[in-house]
């Protein structure tokens, strides 16, 4: 178990997906100056389900990603700060936000590539980028069809959980898969859902 700044946000963080962040909220910029004080880079972020980023009075959920600090850069009292996801973890206990949120928490287990899941892999990967190619007709994504991902296979099916068009409390149940098996077969199932929302015909 380790003690972990915590940055609570209204968005999951996968392991090997990007994180940027502008802070200006003065807990969280007291935050990055004790990290940097101790040479500490990394922090943790969980998905809120109430509230805000700022200003506290949300409901936390309790698994969430290890962020590395990659670059920091500040202007007129805002910081710039780009992370990767790293590990996951589970919280077992909130600490007073004092001055900032921190939490103690345990690893979760790293997975092991299985070679028997290739062919699922290759589903999942078809199934996000037909989701995101249909999906990008109605609203504006941030990942193209096309974006270029890890080539190992297990970063690969975090970033493909990661940019998959379906909803924070979907990406939740994936971040907290007990196996390989159960993220890439929740993922295909979930993003498949999704595709067939964008791809159903208006009503009339």
């Keep these: 178990m380790a003690t972990l700044p915590m940055f609570p946000l209204g968005s999951v963080l996968f392991p090997n997906m990007p994180l940027r ?19 500490r880079g990394e922090f943790g972020v969980v998905l809120i389900e109430r509230g805000h980023e700022v200003g506290g009075g949300e409901h936390r959920f309790d698994v969430g990603t290890t962020a590395e600090i990659t670059e920091l850069g500040s202007q007129e ?12 973890f589970r919280v077992v206990e909130w600490l007073r936000d004092d001055p900032h949120p921190s939490a103690v928490v345990t690893e979760l287990a790293d997975f092991d590539w299985d070679p028997a899941l290739e062919p699922r892999l290759h589903e ?3 199934t996000v980028r037909q989701a995101l190619a249909a ?32 909803g924070p409390m979907d990406q939740l ?6 196996s390989l098996t159960e993220l890439v077969e929740r993922l295909i199932e979930l993003t498949g859902e999704a595709a067939a929302t964008y791809g159903a015909p208006w009503p009339d």
Excluded: C, N
């Design 135 to 166: 999906a990008s007709e109605f609203v504006e994504s941030s990942w193209p069809p096309d974006v270029v991902l890890a080539d190992e296979p297990v970063p690969r099916l975090w970033q493909l959980a990661g940019i998959s068009p379906i």
């Design 77 to 88: 009292g805002i910081v710039g700060l780009q992370a990767q996801g790293h590990r996951r």
């Design 21 to 39: 962040l502008r802070v200006f909220e003065e807990r969280y910029l007291v935050m990055l100056s004790e990290m940097l004080k101790h040479e």
């Design 124 to 126: 999942a990967e078809r």
């Design 173 to 178: 149940s994936l971040l907290g898969a007990a």
